[in-house]
T-cell receptor, first 109, second 117 residues
């Protein structure tokens, strides 16, 4: 079966750095996505990785290792508005997105 | 209005009711999706339409019936639902990926919070 694993909840302090991990087992691989979802709102796209390595976009970075079936989302200089759920999704060989259950990130002052 | 819109935002219905959810996208995309989001569970893909044709039906019960009259509009018709169907129903759109082979993220609407009593 296909499976995406990510921690259920994490807590971090404002101004700090946090890393959210995602491991996957899917039928084929055509890219990995990270989305942010604030409570009661729509998921919004954060990043996309299809090749191994680090993609940096401002305070957010995403890393991929295809051989390990592993990705992480790195958030720097945390702000209170970063409190949200972070969803990892992998596009399989049929170009369908397989989603993780999301990681709820709580930022404390 | 821009992006992906969904109506209604909240819906309470009894198990014998019939209702419809509406989704509209103003992004010129040719693929549209219905997802179910339950608390602490992964997003569940329900239906996919590419160029108005249904391409995926992930073992969804027949009490959910999708309709895609054109590439901008998507409906989800509901009838004789069960309490376990209570969830957030999200609509999304994107450019068709399989044919282009490229990277296209999905854009989501705000969802309809459905409660079945």
């Amino acid at each position: 079966g296909q499976n995406i694993d990510q921690p259920t909840e994490m807590t971090a302090t404002e101004g700090a750095i946090v890393q959210i991990n995602c491991t996957y087992q899917t039928s084929g691989f055509n890219g990995l996505f990270w989305y942010q979802q604030h409570a009661g709102e729509a998921p919004t796209f954060l990043s996309y990785n299809v090749l191994d390595g680090l993609e940096e976009k401002g305070r957010f970075s995403s890393f991929l290792s295809r051989s390990k079936g592993y990705s992480y989302l790195l958030l720097k200089e945390l702000q209170m508005k970063d409190s949200a759920s972070y969803l990892c999704a992998v596009r399989d060989s049929n170009y369908q997105l397989i989603w993780g259950a999301g990681t709820k990130l709580i930022i404390k002052p | 209005e821009t992006g992906v819109t969904q109506t209604p935002r909240h819906l309470v219905m009894g198990m014998t009711n019939k209702k419809s959810l509406k989704c509209e996208q103003h992004l010129g995309h040719n693929a549209m999706y219905w997802y179910k989001q339950s608390a602490k569970k992964p997003l569940e893909l329900m239906f996919v339409y590419n160029f108005k044709e249904q391409t995926e039906n992930n073992s969804v019960p027949s009490r959910f019936s999708p309709e895609c009259p054109n590439s901008s509009h998507l409906f989800l018709h509901l009838h004789t639902l069960q309490p376990e169907d209570s969830a957030l129903y999200l609509c999304a759109s994107s450019q068709d990926e399989a044919s282009s082979g490229g990277f296209h993220e999905q854009y989501f609407g705000p969802g309809t919070r459905l409660t079945v009593t």
